[in-house]
């Protein structure tokens, strides 16, 4: 031990522990004496045999006293105790001693053993003594290689040792039935597993003289399967039950009046009882009768008690030809003649089961099966017993088939088994036979046979609450036979109550995992003469059965004494059974078969110990010093001679006089106790600490049985949620209960070891503890707040009044007016005030310790926490009861909505302290503050506002708002007002924290180990929430989910629509990303100056923006047109004077306030300018239609603005500083240089050219030369050497239109392809057009400027007929003939081919509403033939086609020819969508008109003039049979972008003609 801990030790005062006192068995009035020659040595643990005695020290030595004939002569007696020095160096962790053997476990998991081996206790071959520590080697044959057991226990008995292994299966060795073996060769001195219990998982071990015990913790629960419910003959149930104070009995013991009629002369009955009990084996059972021709129980008895290990055949399927051992048993070589045997035996319906039963083992190679054969005895009584047994005792329900008095079929069997004789079955060999053991030597088989005809059936108690079930992994279902519990039963059991169901604690994995598990049961086996085994006889057993009877009893430790053993619980009750001669079991009750309850007057027993004819118990003492009681032999100092026995047992009072006793230790002559002085007063708070815990959990375990399961088997216990409720609660008690229970038992195994403070449990697994506490405060107080303990009061008043003193007590409350609602309060809030208790004790034990060592630290910490979780607990019981107080004083119909369990009342302004703003004179507005949300009532009303997404905001004083807070919801902004600045501070404080612990969820949890006030922030404005929009049009009934900055949804989130919609992605001030665009001046990356925003939704805005909102004078246009003027204050809010114009013209002039869609409070006045207009002159027009062109783009960012260091950038590339100022010269050589270089660049890597950028960049570098007059070849070298440069972003002006159609890309298309900014990108291109002329007329100087003319050359092309008058002319319309100059011509073909997708999808946007219109014209005139679409539109006969031609022949026109008339015209029309320019549109149109022409002189054959009057319905006819579907956009964009000068001119009026078709198509009258 390093000097540290050494130090740490003594201050707890280690040296005065472990003191050992012994003293003479047998009398009541000892003086224990302190064994001498320790030398102040701490003993841990201790074990005694008859006449001696083992001790293991701190430091993992063992000493012997007392009479150790192995090692010196027999009589000799060795007082003082002597190192066992073959142990040393191997640091021993446990110790054991049987009557006259021992043995010892090191810290690795190796067993030692020495003493008598006659009986090879000792696992020693042909040595009856061992007088050294000889190691035992125990290996596992299963595992391949061997691999070594590691032993963690072992227990001795007189003949016999039991080891448990690190794995918790259990291995003996030595003599006897005692061994749980199947085997009847002995000794047995290689260490075997006891096979019954593999898989299981064995807590504890002991042994008595000839029995054995080991503690078993129960399977998981599993589920249920169907069964028959009624008998196939008689159709009584087949399961009947009964209902206990605290459990359900449910027996399945019909005896069937059919199957029972069974006389004593019908010696050739058979009955088949194969049973096997490995997981995963099968057990299958019918019995056969000669008078009846079907199997007699098979159709309501699973026969084959399986709890019972049948020692029949064993056939493994590793080695089938080995030979088979039985006991006195039918031995068959193989499966083939046990099944030949079987055939013989039964009908059919057996023959399927044991096919069934047999073929199934392959699939389990690793299983074995276990088949055994009852043989009939000899005629007479035991047949019929056997018979009526077998229809009787057999049970089926629940899972291990046992009796609590178990004179079953299997132990009759075993009787038989040693007194029968062979069988004269054909076929069979006569089995050896090994004579019965001892406790069969009285010839007790009457007293078998009247137990079992008592009526002592095998009924199995199941007990619901213990579901367990363990065969139904192993049980092969019959037909017909029960396999387990029926789901109506169970619906019968748990009716709306669910009565013990709902108590079944909940038991928590993590909990069974590090503290000892009360989930147990006993199984015992060996010799069973005085009833030790507690099965309710005296039969041996020679594997391990449970002891049904102590199921759901809680064992924690199990003591043997000679030929009797006790169980010690949880709740410190001891139950004993076994002999009684001497008064050992501490009761006087019989029969001793069975665990009866010890009666101790102690306050509570917490260490037993079983001595050869006595007991001793240690129980808790009013002042937490432990008592020492005794029950056995009396002998009395006057008269030697004269026995009698203890009563009950007696309190040894010398034993409190020496000190705290830690353990006890019984054997044959001696009884020892483990002492530990109370230093520091540390022992004593240890004891203090158990004690207590032990004591509170018996009175939590009374509560749930005394008063909490009744209250659940009440009837009318409310609604379904009350119900729920209370169920939680319960459960959450349950487990509380449950995990008090384990920590009482591992405070007292704590108390029996080092005794060192950093382990104990509530400061090792504190969080458990604190854990449960909070889950069980947070169910009741939500049943507190549901008004569950005053709902639970009216159908509780009987039980409640009838039980009023049992209430009290367990209260503590002696207060004789105390209501029931408050006692029941008083019960169930009761367990909180034992965390005051755990931090006072660690409070007290820290105190033991220097103030700097780490254990001072550690408990005081823990202290802490429990006091702070305790402060924590109690808040949140008076913010239940203050909401209790609450709901009882609120308006009833609301209460019923508004109430929930985990809902708490903060504060609420029933006392007129905050009013709304605004709020009208008469109306009533009340708010409420709740953890989780803020509700706004009104006279009926209410409306619930989620914390989550609620912000808060105190408003400041100079806006005039005094003591204003504004909160702010995704769909709703109002303003509180309170009355003072006080109220609200206190409402601000209030609603932020609540918001704060809402949005982190911590209500429920403290910080353990810091301060219970922890101190609060400000809820943050961005924040992860989900919300469901109940108001909002577009997104109403919608749920979102995601990220949301003051109100709106704001970063990553998914939108899911109730219609299936769902939109997943980044979102932006309460639209989704893209779900806005500004277009304007920015300034340090925030939107600052003139801009304009669009919205996927169609929403305009243009106006000024101030650090990214919107900020005064400004226009809002909506999708329908609605028009907002005036001033803003912040996104979308409107705020001051302003002009709302609806769409119909109508228009409201005032002061406006509010969020644009949600509500705008207006004062002003209303006009309606058309009221007086004449219905007729109305116009068609939408009024605001013209409006809003007009106005539109006023408040914007200027085009020419836009973009402007684009154009420097491109300007500074050619050399100069500013537009047009700089050396042209230089700026050819820049270009040069540029391209150049980039060549240059790019020649190392071919690929990223291709062979025509690369042609392109050569012809480049030749800068073209112009001398001379400007000619048109010159404009046209100059158009070509634009187009060239404009395809490689290497030069400045390739560079310059590739970031100008990015950026009108980027700004245009998605949320920009807003119909409200076409005008804007119109006007955009033209500033592009204008500011790019000025960089070509730099580089070019002599191209005249814009709207000059080139004059054509001489040789004038050939003239050509004007199209409306005879004469032939060049260019009538120009003033004089040459060629017109323009930004326009020159431009257009290089720009807007890149441009125009974002573009001509704006067009189409803007004119989709007159498009429809237009377009369902066209589709409707285009099902007439041509010529009665020719006469519609009213064209003059003699233009009419006569002849057309179709796929190249000539026909004439009929009465039913389709699209067939001026079709070359109408093919040439339709080129219009494919191209992109104005002018090349213009040209398409031109076209069209002379293939017009030319189709009319052909059918006239003669020269003719149009008038327009002729013309009109000619093209009409063509328009409308070229369908072009974008018409209304082509003619806009001809419209808008145009050259100037030609709009007066031929084309123009061709445009102009094409116009007036779109528009009188869309006016067209069907007649």
Known sequence: MDSQERSSEEAEGAKERGLVYVWKAGSCSVTPERLPGLSGKTVLQAALGIHHGLLLTEGGEVYSFGKLPWRSRPEECVNSPVLENTLLGHRIITVAAGSFHNGAVTESGVVYMWGDNSAGQCAVTNQPCVPEPQLVSICDSETSPLLSVRILQLACGEEHTLALSLSREIWAWGSGCQLGLITTTFPVTKPQKVEHLAGRVVLQIACGAYHSLALVQCLPVQEMKPIPERCNHCS????????????????DSHCCPLGVALSDNQPENHVFCPSSDTPGGKSVTAGQSEDFQKPLVEQHRLVGLESERPSGLSSSNGREDSGISSLGNTLFS???????????????????????????????????EQLSACIPGPPGSSTSTLNSLVASCASAVGVRVAATYEAGALSLKKVMNFYGTSSSEPGSQSGSRSPGPEALKDSREEQVRLESMQGKKSSSLVDIREEESEGGSRRLSLPGLLSQVSPRLLRKVGRAKMRTVALTPTYSGEADALLPSLRTEVWTWGKGKEGQLGHGDVLPRLQPLCVKSLDGKEVIHLSAGGHHSLALTAKSQVYSWGSNISGQLGHLNSPTTVPRLAKVCGDGIWTTAAGLDYSLF??????????????????????????????????????????????????????????????????????ELAATERRFYFKLSEIKSQVLRPLLGLDNLGNANTIQLLQEMASRFSKLCYLIGQHGASLSSFLHGVKEARSLAILKHSSLFLDSYTEYCTSVTNFLVMGGFMLLAKPAIDFLSKNQELLQKLSEKNDENLQLVEVLNALFFMPFGRLHNYARTLLKLATCFEVASPEYQKLQDSSSCYENLAVHLSRKMKEAEYTLGFWKTFPGKMTDSLRKPERRLICESSNRGLSLQHAGRFSVNWFILFNDALVHAQFSTHHIFPLSTLWVEALSEEAGNVNGLKITTPEEQFVLVSSTPQEKTKWLRAISQAVDQALRGTSDMILYGAGGNVPRQEPPISRSAKYTFYKDPRFKDAVYDGRWLSGKPHGRGILKWADGRMYS??????????????????????????????????????????TNK????????????????????????????????????????????????????????????????????????????HFIRRKLGILAVSPDEKWKAVFEECWNQLGCESPGQGDRWKAWDNIAVALTTN?????????????????????????????????LEKYENIKKYLIKACDTPLHPLGKLVETLVAVYRMTYVGVG????????????????????????????????????????????????????????DSRSESPEPGYVVTSFGLLLPVLLPRLYPPLFMLYALDNEREEDIYWECVLRLNKQTDMALLSFLGVQAKFWPGTVSILGESRKVSSNTKDACFASAVECLQQISTTFTPADKLKVIQQTFEEISQSVLETLQEDFLWSMDDLFPVFLYVVLRARIRNLGSEVHLIEDLMDPYLQHGEQGIMFTTLKACYYQIQHEKLT
């Open 236 to 251: 009584q149930p087949l399961i009947t039950m009964t209902d206990k104070e605290d459990h359900v009995i449910i027996s």
């Open 334 to 368: 193989d499966k083939k003649e046990v099944k030949e045997y079987l055939i013989g035996l039964s009908d059919s319906s057996l023959k399927e089961s044991l096919n069934k039963n047999i073929c199934t083992e392959p699939e389990q190679p690793s299983q074995e």
């Open 618 to 687: 240690l129980a808790d003492e009013k002042d937490f010093q432990p008592g020492l009681y005794y029950c056995g032999q009396e002998t009395t100092e006057n008269n030697l001679n004269e026995n009698s026995c203890t009563k009950s047992p007696v309190l040894l009072v010398a034993c409190s006089k020496i000190g705290y006793i830690s353990n006890v230790i019984a054997g044959g002559d001696n009884c020892l106790a483990l002492v530990d002085k109370n230093v520091m007063g540390y022992i004593a708070s240890l004891h």
């Open 1065 to 1106: 992605g980044t979102f932006r001030t309460g639209l989704e990303d893209g779900g806005e665009k500004y277009m304007g001046m920015w300034q340090d990356d925030l939107c600052q100056g003139n801009g304009v925003v669009v919205t996927q939704f169609g929403l305009y805005y243009e106006g000024a923006f101030s």
């Open 1110 to 1185: 919107m900020m005064g004078t400004g226009i809002l246009l909506s999708e329908d047109d609605t028009v907002y003027e005036g001033e803003f204050s912040d996104n979308w809010t409107l705020s001051g004077k302003g002009t709302l114009t609806l769409p119909n013209g109508d228009y409201i002039e005032g002061l406006f306030s509010g969020e644009w869609g949600s509500g705008i409070k207006i004062t002003g006045t209303y006009f309606k300018p058309s009221l007086y207009e004449n219905e007729k002159d109305k116009p068609k027009a939408l009024p605001t239609g």
């Open 1239 to 1271: 060549r240059r660049q790019h020649k190392d890597s071919p690929e990223l050219l291709s062979r025509s950028h690369t042609q392109t960049l050569e012809s480049l570098e030749f800068i073209p030369q112009h001398i001379g007059a400007f000619t």
């Open 1313 to 1368: 392809a807003n119909r409200r900014l076409l005008q804007e990108a119109v006007r955009e291109i033209k500033s592009y057009l204008k500011r790019i002329f000025q960089l070509v007329r730099f580089l070019f100087p002599d191209l005249p400027e814009e709207g000059s003319t080139i004059p054509f050359l001489t040789t004038e092309p050939k003239g050509r007929r004007s199209f409306c008058s005879g004469k032939s």
